[in-house]
């Protein structure tokens, strides 16, 4: 396994996981910046060092072959060993800089990390972060493949064989005008409320996906008036009594006065969730890495300590 890998150096190994990530070698190349020429020759060159295909290509990109998959495994390896020891250097030296690739759900985005995050990297000028939002089921499959270090999500999903840790109760709620007729109301579930005009979030949310999903569940189309791009713009709407919404209930609750909404429990069992953080192997990770872990989990509710 050594020899075959010192065929390889890491410029190869990090092309090839670009190319599989953005799905054709054009892209791959650009990720990598390099031309299409000098990545295709290096490919090339990886496939004669084997002996065998790496890629299949089409017209609509490439797909890995078996032995293909196998390097993929192993690149992935030897590359998150590899920043690994960057981070661990970085606290030697000024000159590098550690990196973090944190992917989170709708909630954890607006409502929690912000704050927590902007006081980690003021403390830590040296540290930069790649943060995103997906979907649960999306950030979880990013964690396992090694694409992303740190993951927040709903415990709704499949979380087995990743190390996980609690970090904040985050059930949904709906949220209505003050005067509007479903006011009175304490709990309901959605599917009660369906055929009200509803106020959303833009396409490709995670959480309007995950509100999406569960109307469709129940056999229910959700009919909107109008999507907008921040949950606080739309506790102002629902407030206009425009439409009604579901949103975290710790949106609902910062909005409340603000936005003159009201608050209503959801009913179903799929509106109580917890988030949770989740990495693959805190001992695995970078040092700084796990300094924003510990930083995160310094926030949870109830606070949780992770050995630096």
């Keep these: 396994m050594l020899r075959f890998f010192m065929r390889f150096d890491l410029t190869d190994l990090r092309l090839f996981l670009n190319i599989h990530e953005a799905g054709t070698i054009t892209d791959g190349a650009q990720r990598s910046h390099m031309t299409l ?3 295709s020759e290096r490919v090339k060159g990886m496939e004669e060092a084997v002996g065998v295909l790496l890629l299949v290509r089409g017209r609509r990109g490439v797909q890995l072959t078996p032995a293909g998959r196998t390097l993929l495994h192993h690149a992935r390896a030897v590359l998150r060993q590899v920043d690994h020891m960057r981070g661990e250097l970085d606290l030697y030296g000024q000159g590098l800089k550690g990196h973090v690739r944190l992917l989170c759900n709708t909630a954890a985005l607006s409502e929690y990390l912000p704050g927590i995050l ?3 990297l003021a403390r830590h000028p040296q540290i930069s972060i790649d943060l995103e939002e997906r979907m649960s089921y999306d950030i979880v499959d990013a964690i396992r493949s090694g694409i992303a270090d740190i993951g927040i999500v709903a415990d709704s999903v499949a979380l ?6 609690m970090f904040r109760r985050d059930p949904l ?5 003050r005067n509007h007729e479903l006011a009175p109301c304490h709990s309901i579930s959605l599917a009660e409320v369906a055929h009200h005009d509803f106020i959303g979030l833009t396409e490709g ?6 509100i999406t999903h569960h109307a469709r569940r129940a056999g229910k189309r959700l009919s909107y008036r109008v999507r907008l791009r921040s949950l606080d713009a739309v506790c102002q709407m629902v407030g206009q009594n425009i439409g009604i ?8 609750v910062r909005c409340a006065r603000t936005a003159r909404v009201k608050r209503i429990v ?7 969730r917890d988030l949770v953080l989740c990495v693959r192997s805190s001992t695995e990770l970078p040092i700084y890495v796990r300094q924003m872990m510990a930083c995160i989990l310094e926030n949870a509710v109830p606070p949780l300590k992770l050995e630096r």
């Design 118 to 120: 902007s006081g980690f």
């Design 173 to 177: 709620a709906l949220i209505v005008a």
């Design 160 to 165: 087995d064989g990743l190390e996980t840790h």
């Design 245 to 252: 919404a579901v949103v975290p209930k710790a949106t609902a």
């Design 37 to 39: 020429a000098s990545a």
């Design 205 to 210: 949310s995670a959480l309007q996906e995950h």
């Design 266 to 272: 959801l009913s179903d069992a799929w509106a109580c």
